[in-house]
């Protein structure tokens, strides 16, 4: 059952307040060190991986890129999803509202208990496949990302999901905790209105987790749609 659930699960209301400006790296992205948006990226991780695994698996955006990112999406933040771990090229579109940050994950790994495990233990078992990680790559406009290993891997704070009926896992709607994720995020800083391109992919040579290697290849094409208050 554990493993089966680290095989499915793994790999990414309008606020039109002004937000604090979380310092960015180069003008891109935002970075982990960071607490944009009021939450550091370890709890920012958790609501990626809760946000996701809240979709029905009809209609789960981490398996059908058809899926309307507005859906379920609310705040200043907005979560992005990979390809879900096939290594397959997966081209997907957006629209966002201007001042939107975009969250995602480069490449991650989630360890959900079943069997009575610690965090302590959870981590264990997912650490060996972030750390086979070999490729990471951001480019935003064309313009190349510094996305180095160093500097964007992030491990979640412990947390809980709550799976909804018809859920990817095909069990009875329930939260199971704890819940741990170990991974490479970025958070895109918000951008100016218009059309862009960014793309992202990430591979690991090696999970006893999920049974091998496996990779991440998705591109946007996002559009920034201005908002008028009246």
């Given amino acids: 059952m554990r493993t089966r659930i680290a095989a499915i699960l793994t790999a990414a209301t ?13 003008g891109l992205v935002i970075l982990p060190g960071n607490t944009p948006f009021g939450a550091v990226f370890s709890q920012w991780t958790a609501r990626w991986w809760q946000f996701a695994l809240s979709f029905p698996a009809d209609a789960n955006p ?3 890129a058809s899926v309307s990112c507005v859906v379920g999406q609310s705040g200043p933040v907005w979560f992005l999803m ?3 771990g096939s290594g397959t090229p997966v081209h997907r ?10 969250f995602f994950p480069i490449i991650n790994v989630v360890d959900i208990n079943v069997a009575s495990q610690s965090p302590a233990e959870l981590r264990a078992e997912t650490a060996p496949c972030l750390d086979a990680v070999t490729e990471l790559r951001l480019t935003v406009d064309g313009r190349s990302v510094d996305v180095k290993k160093s500097k964007t891997r992030v491990r979640s704070v412990v947390f809980p999901v709550t799976f909804p009926d018809g859920n990817v ?10 819940v741990i994720d170990d991974g490479y995020y970025v958070m895109l ?12 992919s990430g591979s690991s040579t090696g999970c006893p987790l999920m049974g091998g290697p496996f990779a ?3 591109t946007y094409d996002l559009t920034v749609v201005p908002v008028t208050l009246r």
């Fill in 169 to 178: 896992l095909g069990v009875p709607a329930t939260t199971y905790s704890p």
């Fill in 93 to 102: 579109t957006c629209s966002v509202p201007e001042g939107t940050a975009l």
């Fill in 189 to 200: 800083a918000p951008m100016s209105v218009g059309t862009h391109t960014f793309a992202f």
């Fill in 216 to 218: 991440v290849d998705v």
């Fill in 14 to 26: 309008l606020s039109v307040a002004a937000a604090p400006s979380p310092t960015r790296d180069d």
């Fill in 82 to 84: 990979h390809d879900f």
């Fill in 62 to 64: 981490l398996f059908d």
